[in-house]
């Protein structure tokens, strides 16, 4: 019951949003359609659509949208450009990709590594544990409203960093063995 008062709740939001404020809706959602373009194997619609993704992110600063619009945005940008055969243009958005996230959490399922994966597949391991190094050294929560950091959300997020860093040191040094993650965020590929 609690489940069904909590998705109607989440759709009843989403309404409301669409409703006053389309734009911002707009960007909300322009996730699913990047992933969806790349997913489907249109790279070229992908690609427009996450250097659009990119350009909306500025106009958001305060939204959570905000900083997954730029992780995504280089990690499409960059599986286009692997697609083409330009490593290094992939390489420098796995790298840019790096630098955004602040609120983003690692450790959610929707977070993607694909780039990643396939860049350790074309033998780029050391760009990708540098990737992974600089996402487990970023100071995550600095950026939270003030209101969060004296709560009991403060004792979350500091679980939250112990964990992320684990995971991310885990799998470093799975790559570091010449193997790949064992988790489905690493395997999405293109239908």
Known sequence: MLVLIGRFMWALGKLWL????????IFSTMGYRVWS???YGDYETASKLAVEYLN???????SWFCDVAKYDGHQILGLVQLHQQNTSLAIEHLLLSSATPKEVTVGHPSFRFILAYELVKAGEQKVVIKFLTDLRNQKIGKDFPEKYKHSQYKKLLDLHKKDRRAL???WIKTIQEGNLPDDPRWRIKAA
């Open 168 to 170: 991310l040191a885990a």
């Open 37 to 39: 373009a790349y997913c």
């Open 18 to 25: 669409r409703l006053t404020n389309p734009k911002e809706y």
């Open 56 to 62: 909306m992110a500025p106009d958001f600063p305060k």
